[in-house]
């Protein structure tokens, strides 16, 4: 089922991206200048997981697959048929995809046909065809046999011309010196040409001229086609890299001249993953054919997961709004400066909430969760989609905190079950990874906490190398930030992989592994560890469900200068996971602590025995603090406006009780629940503008 998108109207507009690199508005079909005349950028999409590249170019299919010729490949999922021969390679394998999707009839237009790229593929297959196996010819021709069928629409017009070029073989007319791949491509080719093509479809064997060693004749550019092409190598590089010039070299003369007739805008190449091997490799011809000069009028977009790599060394990066009316792309010197990469962007709150009123036309969910959403997801259109389609298939939409939405069900598709929210968006995010090892090492800090859970935690993982290192090559190769505050730095990927390794093994309420990992973390940081770190032992000890020894560190600390570094630590401890049952539902039991309105546990009265009376008026407001911070520093909670005004209230108080810092601390209260109510983190120094780095920095993993 493909999604509803939102925010890429810089894309779909009437006069957005699409539009202006193919003459065509997506709405109506009206047409459009061009944008930069006969010389179009090829435009990449860039972005991680999630982000809508694939859901972009499909759309681009959806809307343009009537108007204009339209083919979409993913690089990533070419796959060998299961008998290939040596004539299959991946760039063999998705041109004749590509060529028979281009053929596809067109409003008030011929279909486009493809002989040059015909004759190229048919040579190249043909090196492994022997007069005593024309079995593989057949089987050859029939993964062929749709792009033939542009030029010959006989359904065994194929198996005659088969037959006689394996009798032209056993003739033995032909130079015995000579390469059997050319010798056989040669007669092929003679072949094709006498029997399928026709008179005027015969002369695009001439294009092969221009084939190195082929001296303008096109038939020995075809024979030496194949001759490079059985070699290997570089050899089959150059070959590989004509036969894409091929394609384009029969879309080219399909708009020129009188071949156009009433063809409209321009043909359209989607290439998702374009990053891969295959991609750049479809990419990479045309962009030298177009950097030395030739035209082809071909409107490409392409998908790019990884935003650095040598083939997009050059491009020309916007973000997506700044491409909106103009692309403001000019060709360079370099090859690759004939990309425009368009970063796309996060989705803002409106989008969030045009996604929820979606799923929940009535209103029925809580008027925050939009907001809480767009928190938790950080705009990722993936994210946003899944948890709006949860919202809105619940049974109790009233009662929603994105947490709860991680919980829920989705159905996907009619024929199948619903799966579970958090299940779906890890397999999505993470295809192909491990979630077991991810899900402990999310629970890190930094890298060095990473490798002491995978030592610890992860022995059976570790035979062959540091697997904290790998995986944090493999999260970066994924474009996932790995940071020091977070191994895991994007907060939807760590709080799915936390969620998994809480509910792993549907074990409550012991959540064995998940302790296990908490635990590890908590004997590291503590006095005598490997890491000491008494903010980040206490860290582990709230994510424990221990809070009453952060609160008496808290008091302990309170009267010290450092009114800052006492705030950061609040704000850090504050930010530990908390440990939900799975499922729950009804009021946080945090805010009745926040409030001051939860009864006192043997452990809270335990740590105010002994206690003067201001001492423990202290315990009992910092407590109350605490859990306010905890709560509204939440991802997977919803602030609440109560407990909002109930944490600048303490915050307030404990201005007059400090010796020095009130100032500090009159300021958190003034400006954390202005942070709170616009959806920003806490800030520090409180009021200071948002930062790249959040709480816990400097710690034993910086």
Same mark, same amino acid.
């Given at each position: ?432 990874? &491990? /979630? !077991? @090892? *991810?899900?402990? =090492?999310? #629970?890190?800090?930094?890298?060095? $906490? +990473? ?108 009267? &010290? /200068? !450092? @009114? *800052?570094?006492? =705030?950061? #630590?609040?704000?850090?401890?504050? $930010? +530990? ?124 993993? +910086?």
């Amino acid at each position: 089922m493909e999604r509803e998108l939102y925010g890429r109207e810089a894309i779909f507009g009437d006069d957005g991206l699409a539009a202006r690199l193919t003459g065509l508005t997506p709405h109506g079909a009206r047409r459009v200048t061009c944008e930069h005349g006969d010389d179009p950028p090829v435009a990449v999409l860039t972005g991680g997981r999630g982000m809508g590249k694939t859901a972009a170019l499909k759309q681009l299919r959806s809307l343009y697959r009537e108007i204009t010729p339209v083919a979409l490949v993913d690089c990533e999922a070419v796959l060998p048929p299961a008998d290939p021969g040596p004539g299959w390679t991946p760039v063999t394998g998705v041109l004749p995809e590509l060529a028979t999707q281009l053929t596809a009839r067109v409003h008030a237009a011929r279909p486009v046909q493809f002989p040059r790229l015909s004759l190229g593929l048919v040579a190249v297959a043909s090196v492994s065809w022997r007069r005593e196996d024309e079995s593989r010819a057949q089987r050859d021709l029939q993964s062929l046999g749709p792009v033939l069928a542009t030029l010959d629409t006989r359904g065994d017009a194929a198996t005659g011309w088969v037959t006689k070029v394996l009798t032209k073989l056993a003739a033995g007319a032909f130079d015995s010196v000579a390469p059997m791949a050319g010798m056989v491509a040669e007669a092929t080719v003679e072949t094709v040409l006498e029997e399928t093509f026709s008179r005027f479809q015969r002369r695009s064997a001439d294009w092969y001229g221009t084939y190195p060693q082929a001296g303008g004749n096109g038939r020995v550019g075809l024979r030496q086609l194949a001759v490079d092409f059985e070699r290997g190598g570089d050899l089959r590089r150059r070959a590989e890299d004509h036969l894409v010039l091929a394609l384009v070299a029969d879309l080219v003369r399909a708009y020129r001249g009188m071949a156009r007739g009433a063809r409209r805008g321009r043909p359209v190449l989607l290439l998702d993953n374009a990053h891969t091997a295959l991609g750049r490799q479809l990419v990479e011809p045309l962009l030298r054919q177009r950097a030395s000069g030739a035209r082809d009028q071909i409107a490409v977009f392409a998908s790019s997961r990884v935003r650095d790599h040598a083939g997009l060394s050059h491009a020309v990066r916007r973000r997506l709004p700044e491409v909106a009316h103009a692309s403001h792309w000019v060709r360079g010197t370099e090859v690759t400066s004939g990309i425009l990469a368009v970063g796309l962007t996060p989705l803002d709150a409106g989008h969030v909430r045009a996604a929820l009123d979606r799923h929940d036309p009535h209103g029925r969910t809580p008027a925050g969760l939009a907001r809480g959403v767009h928190r938790l997801t950080g705009g990722r259109p993936l994210g946003v989609a899944r948890l709006a389609q949860a919202a809105g298939e619940s049974p109790d939409p009233g009662a929603l905190v994105p947490g709860a939405l991680l919980d829920g069900t989705v159905e996907l598709r009619e024929d199948r079950p619903p799966v579970r929210v958090a299940d779906e968006l890890l397999e999505r995010l993470l295809p192909g990874q &491990r /979630p !077991d @090892v *991810l899900s402990v =090492l999310a #629970a890190a800090h930094g890298e060095v $906490s +990473a490798r002491l859970l995978a030592t610890t935690r992860l022995r059976g993982e570790s035979l062959d190398g540091d697997v904290a290192l790998r995986v944090r090559d493999a999260l970066r190769s994924e474009d996932w930030a790995v940071g020091p505050e977070h191994f895991v730095a994007d907060p939807l990927l760590r709080a799915l992989l936390l969620h998994r390794l809480r509910f792993q093994d549907d074990d409550p309420p012991y959540y064995a592994v998940w302790r296990a990992v908490h635990e590890t973390l908590r004997s590291a940081y503590a006095a005598g560890g490997s890491c000491p770190s008494e903010p980040h032992r206490l860290h582990q000890e709230l994510v424990l469900g221990a809070a009453e020894d952060c609160v008496t560190h808290l008091r302990v600390q309170f009267a &010290r /200068p !450092d @009114v *800052l570094g006492w =705030l950061d #630590a609040l704000r850090f401890i504050a $930010s +530990a996971p908390c440990p939900r049952p799975p499922g729950r539902t009804g009021p946080d039991p945090r805010r009745a602590v926040a409030l001051g309105r939860a009864a006192a546990s043997d452990e809270e009265r335990a740590a105010l025995a002994g206690l003067d009376e201001r001492a423990a008026e202290l315990q009992l407001q910092l407590r109350r603090l605490l859990h306010a911070v905890w709560l509204l520093s939440d991802p997977l909670a919803l602030p609440d406006e109560e407990v909002i005004d109930k944490m600048a209230h303490e915050l307030r108080q404990l201005s007059g009780r400090h010796p020095t810092g009130h100032a500090v601390l009159w300021d958190a209260a003034t400006h954390w629940p202005r942070d709170l109510r616009e959806w920003r983190a806490l800030s520090m120094p409180p009021g200071a503008p948002a930062g790249p780095h959040g709480p816990g920095d400097g710690g034993p993993d +910086a």
